[in-house]
């Protein structure tokens, strides 16, 4: 794993690992069928990035305690839960290095995997009685499912605009991030003034984070495991593709939407789509963007006390700023 994100995680290494008993928890069932899958659910465990907002956030404004972990919990669940959904809407067999649930088994199973895991984020929050963040965890769902559908019509009229993609990515990864800085501050008693500043922070972070990770899609040189252009092969426009198809001719625009449209099954043309999107500034403009937000939140965090827990946050906007090296 990165060695920045490594350092990340330093302020929070006790309270991390007392988070994964908590997680591992939520996982417990009484079907012996479903235990099996979730135990490989948790053998797929990935960065934790989102508990780790969380944990982040509540050090930073408060004492980290058994509401910061139950809601770090349920939170990583519900992620969990949607990141399955993805894998069925998207039809992918690998992530992370391993067979998806809907490949290892059936999407009719990852689809039940799924939903329990949905029902399951919300029953911790509502059995331990954290009724200041019921409202907006179920808000989140509601937008993740919002973002999954417009992101699909968009692919099929192929006419995204800038508008579109930020709502888009606001509702499909940012709106949950920030959750997670809000959240933390909910969980140690932050007031109100001090919740909202951290959900501005989270907004900010979110949306560089979609931002960086659409940028890896034209990176034939990545080194994440994730093969290039597969969002082009599901016929998304995202934010590089978007300014560029923006500063071309009406021709060449029209050119590069048709070869978008039969992409799926022409290497080539993904290659050329890639190539157009460098040449008109693409990339550039997506990395303006993000360079941007982090210093949105970078700004916002630096109103805060200094912190080890704050400089953290401020070094995660550095490694999003920056990307994987």
């Not at 350092?7 to 479903?34: H, P, R």
């Not at 916002?300 to 090296?325: H, N, Q, W």
């Amino acid at each position: 794993m990165d060695l920045i994100f490594e350092d990340i995680k330093k302020t929070i290494t006790g309270e991390l690992a007392q988070f994964k008993k908590f997680y591992s928890k939520g996982f417990a069932s009484f079907n012996f069928v479903f235990d099996d899958i979730t135990q490989y659910v948790l053998t797929c465990e990935g960065k934790l990035l989102r508990p780790i907002i969380i944990l982040l956030s509540a050090k930073m404004n408060g004492t980290i305690c058994k509401k910061t972990y139950i809601t770090a919990q349920a939170m990583e669940i519900l992620h969990t839960a949607t990141l399955i959904h993805d894998d069925i809407v998207d039809g992918a067999e690998i992530r992370r290095g391993m067979p998806t649930i809907q490949s290892q088994w059936s999407p009719q199973i990852a689809v039940l995997v799924g939903d329990y895991l949905l029902a399951k984020a919300l029953d911790i929050i509502t059995k331990n009685k954290i009724y200041d963040i019921l409202s907006t965890a179920t808000k989140i769902v509601k937008l993740l499912s919002e973002g999954e559908l417009f992101q699909i019509q968009k692919s099929i009229t192929l006419d995204t605009t800038e508008e579109d993609y930020m709502d888009i990515i606001y509702k499909k990864t940012a709106s949950l991030i920030c959750a997670c800085t809000r959240f933390g501050a909910v969980s140690v008693g932050a007031d109100e003034k001090t919740v909202n500043k951290m959900t501005e922070t989270g907004h900010n972070i979110g949306l560089a984070f979609q931002i960086r990770d659409d940028i890896l899609d034209f990176d034939k040189k990545k080194k994440t495991g994730k093969s290039y252009g597969n969002d082009l092969r599901e016929h998304k426009l995202t934010l590089p593709l978007i300014y560029a198809l923006r500063n071309a001719t009406a021709d060449k625009q029209k050119e590069i939407l048709e070869k978008l449209n039969v992409c799926a099954e022409n290497q080539q043309y993904i290659d050329q789509i890639i190539e157009f999107t460098q040449q008109h500034q693409g990339i550039d403009y997506a990395e303006g963007k993000i360079k941007y937000f982090c210093n949105q939140a970078q700004n916002l965090l630096e109103e805060f006390p200094k912190s080890e827990a704050r400089d953290s946050l401020i070094m995660l906007t550095e490694y999003i700023t920056v990307g994987k090296k």
